[in-house]
């Protein structure tokens, strides 16, 4: 059992280039999240996914996509990346009410 | 909306002794959860303990256990025997029960706890 994997684990990326982070879980959770942590800081909420083909804005949203065709993916867009998207990112999922189970995170940096 | 506060940026603590970090809360809501989460420096979050609003007894887990006092709106967590494996970034975090939307975590900003040997 697997858990939550992310893809790649480091990045290194040049201003306005895009990318595509992968994330994975095999526990057939419905709901799944993507946050950023930023230096020193907490983790804040980019998107979130109910269920596949549902997907919603969460806290900091703005610079990024999110797709959601199976349960078990939940794919995060960078458009024109810039150097404030330099953080590091965590992928998670849930049951409805249950605890969330985190990825290994992503650690993106723009230059 | 919801937030939440750690007043201690770093915190240290003898191995063996026991430490305390303190987490407040703001929130309207009767039903909620809270949640404390390790980080070590591989990044990875880990689930400590849990406590569910509507429970008056304090959550422990093996060396971990909660001081949960909800009319003051505090979660502290306590940490017994420290060990050199505890030393990490802490976050508190809070969870509405509300069943629809989001149900995100709100974290507090951190506290990096130093075990010295």
């Known amino acids: 059992n697997a858990g939550v994997t992310q893809t790649p684990k480091f990045r290194i990326l040049k201003i306005g280039q895009s990318m595509t982070l992968q994330c994975t879980q095999d526990m057939n959770h419905n709901y799944m999240y993507w946050y950023r942590q930023d230096p020193g800081m907490g983790l804040k909420l980019i998107y979130y996914s109910v269920g596949a083909g549902i997907t919603d804005k969460g806290e900091v949203p703005n610079g990024y996509n999110v797709s959601r065709s199976t349960t078990e993916d939940f794919p995060l867009r960078l458009e024109l990346a810039a150097p404030s998207q330099t953080s590091v990112y965590f992928c998670?999922?849930?049951?409805?009410?249950?605890?969330?189970?985190f990825g290994p995170g992503t650690r993106l940096t723009v230059l | 909306a919801q937030t939440v506060t750690q007043s201690q940026p770093e915190m240290s603590v003898q191995e063996a002794e026991t430490v305390t970090l303190s987490c407040t809360y703001d929130?309207?809501?009767?039903?909620?959860?809270l949640f404390w989460y390790k980080q070590p420096p591989s990044r990875q979050m880990i689930l400590v303990i849990r406590?569910?609003?509507?429970?008056?007894q304090n959550a422990t887990e093996n060396r971990f256990s909660v001081n949960f006092q909800k009319a003051a709106k505090s979660f502290s967590l306590k940490i017994s025997d420290s060990q050199l494996g505890d030393a990490a970034m802490y976050f508190c975090?809070?969870?509405?029960?509300?069943?629809?939307?989001?149900?995100?975590?709100?974290f507090g900003q951190g506290t990096r706890l130093t075990i010295n040997p």
């Open positions: 998670a999922s849930s049951r409805p009410t249950d605890t969330q189970y």
């Open positions: 929130t309207s809501e009767s039903d909620y959860y």
């Open positions: 406590q569910e609003a509507y429970k008056q």
């Open positions: 975090a809070y969870r509405s029960d509300w069943v629809q939307g989001a149900q995100k975590l709100v």
